[in-house]
């Protein structure tokens, strides 16, 4: 892959791993905020429900972020792009989908394919 691609696709990673701490920085600040005191049990019930959501999300938001860091040690070290399975490049359409991927399409099909074999 050619550097000025690789450029693109480290500022690409950084500017959302920003975004998504960004996002986490706000949820902490909202929960630590004020001291919400709900008299009715349904509102208390919504809003636990509301955050207990809200930080499944971050927690999804989390595991990306340490796939968007992988994938930058791997433009880092030059196996960005790479398919770890077949060692085949991943399309660049691929990648443009989702820069964290590891395999390309033909090995995530045979990868998914067996996932369904065995019912997981």
Do not use: H, W
């Amino acid at each position: 892959m050619e550097q000025d691609q690789l450029n693109y696709y480290r500022t690409l990673l950084k500017e959302k791993i920003d975004q998504l701490l960004n996002e986490a920085g706000k949820t902490v600040s909202g929960m630590t905020g004020g001291n919400e005191n709900f008299p009715d049990l349904s509102d208390r019930a919504s809003r636990e429900s509301d955050r207990n959501f809200e930080l499944r999300i971050r927690d999804r938001e989390r595991k990306l972020i340490k796939k968007m860091n992988e994938a930058l040690a791997r433009i880092d070290d030059g196996t960005f792009g790479i398919c770890e399975v077949c060692g085949d490049e991943i399309s660049e359409k691929r990648l443009m989908a989702r820069p964290v991927t590891t395999l390309c399409i033909k090995c995530k099909k045979a990868q998914e394919e067996i996932e369904k074999q065995r019912g997981e």
